[in-house]
């Protein structure tokens, strides 16, 4: 069986302070997907990760995928209150073409305060 | 351009009673996702159609949950009848049928069960 292990779980963090969530899964996939959701929204897309070395910035978040490791890691620089929401990442176990089924951890709920 | 759109956002029912979630996901987008999200987890893949085929299924509890896409386009998913157990939020995405796409992801549907 498939798992996506999340941690931490619940990250509180001060402003302008750096930390890493981290994303480990069970099988072989060569994509992974970061998603935010705010309280009673629905989830926005981060970022896209398709191969082993995989890098993306995007503000103040860059995410990573180590594809041998089976770990994808998402770090936050320098946090703002605005950051603050549940992330996700998702392992795809349907290869090649479209996205199949996305295999979700149960999210990193993180709380920024100034 | 208009997201996924779904509705209602909310549901109340009692037990026993049938419920229907109604979809219309971003225009020309072939491939449509139902999940499931239960408080505090991550979401759930309960089927997957690409246009009008459901080409996976087979998280979907068939004694009692139902979907269709007749058109390829608008999407239905119904439950008969409801348990107490199935309170959670509803998902729908969408995606382009392609490589490496991604999928964008509804508001949701909060369903109450009392």
């Known amino acids: 069986e498939l798992k996506v292990e999340q941690n931490p779980l619940f990250l509180s963090m001060q402003e302008g302070k750096n930390y890493t969530i981290y994303c480990n899964y069970s099988?072989?996939?060569?994509?992974l997907y970061w998603y935010r959701q705010d309280p009673g929204k629905s989830l926005e897309s981060l970022f896209v990760?398709?191969?082993?070395?995989a890098v993306k910035q995007e503000g103040r978040l860059m995410a990573s995928l180590d594809t041998k490791a089976r770990l994808s890691t998402l770090h936050i620089t320098a946090a703002v209150h605005d950051l603050s929401a549940t992330y996700f990442c998702?392992?795809?176990?349907?290869?090649?073409?479209?996205?199949?089924?996305?295999?979700f951890g149960k999210g990193t709920k993180l709380s920024v305060k100034p | 351009e208009a997201g996924v759109v779904q509705s209602p956002r909310y549901k109340i029912i009692e037990k026993k009673q049938p419920v229907a979630f109604w979809c219309n996901p971003i225009s020309g987008h072939n491939t449509l996702y139902w999940y499931l999200q239960n408080l505090g987890q991550g979401p759930e893949l309960l089927i997957r159609y690409e246009n009008e085929e459901a080409v996976d299924d087979s998280q979907l509890p068939k004694d009692r949950f139902s979907a269709e896409r007749l058109k390829g386009v608008d999407s239905t998913l119904k439950i008969q009848p409801a348990e107490l157990g199935d309170s959670a939020v509803y998902l729908c995405?969408?995606?382009?049928?392609?490589?490496?796409?991604?999928?964008?992801f509804g508001q949701g549907t909060r369903l109450t069960v009392v």
């Open positions: 990760l398709l191969s082993n070395g």
């Open positions: 995405a969408s995606s382009f049928d392609g490589p490496n796409t991604e999928a964008f």
């Open positions: 998702a392992v795809d176990i349907h290869y090649g073409g479209s996205q199949g089924n996305l295999i």
């Open positions: 099988t072989t996939s060569d994509r």
